[in-house]
């Protein structure tokens, strides 16, 4: 795996952060039924944290080398607490095994890259495994 390599992978991921944020803002005024304040703060506070994201990533990305993109990929639409909290988890779920098979490809780049791009992977991993258990728990209600 070449450094150019894992900056075309980083910047799929970099797209795919971009559409979660996307996601959640949406979402926090599209929701609706009796709970839909309650989501919304729920779902603010997701696209403030997919915001970090993406700047990191974005940092990430320059700090090796590359250039960054503000394109996501479309996401669906929902109104329902149940619809768009399964999307998510899917979502959350997804990032945390792309995260895991890029520390792999990672670990194959020269030093000090390679470290550097797993320290950064495992906190993204961390930081989206709490997601997916937020989510199980607030399916388990919805």
């Known amino acids: 795996m070449t450094l150019p390599q894992v900056l075309e992978l980083l910047a799929a991921d970099l797209r795919n952060e971009w559409k979660h944020l996307r996601f959640y803002l949406y979402h926090a005024s599209a929701i609706t039924g009796l709970h839909a304040e309650e989501y919304k703060e729920v779902f603010l506070k997701e696209a403030a944290s997919e915001m970090e994201h993406v700047t990191e990533f974005s940092d990430l990305i320059w700090g090796l080398g590359g250039t960054t993109t503000a394109d996501s990929a479309d996401f669906p639409l929902f109104t329902t607490v149940r619809d768009a909290l399964t999307y998510a988890l899917r979502m959350e779920e997804e990032v945390v095994k792309n995260y895991v098979e890029r520390i792999g490809q990672a ?36």
């Open 107 to 142: 670990e194959k780049l020269p030093e000090p890259e390679a470290t550097w791009l797993v320290v950064f992977l495992e906190d993204q991993i961390n930081h989206s495994r709490r997601d997916v258990d937020r989510f199980r728990r607030l399916l388990a209600d919805a």
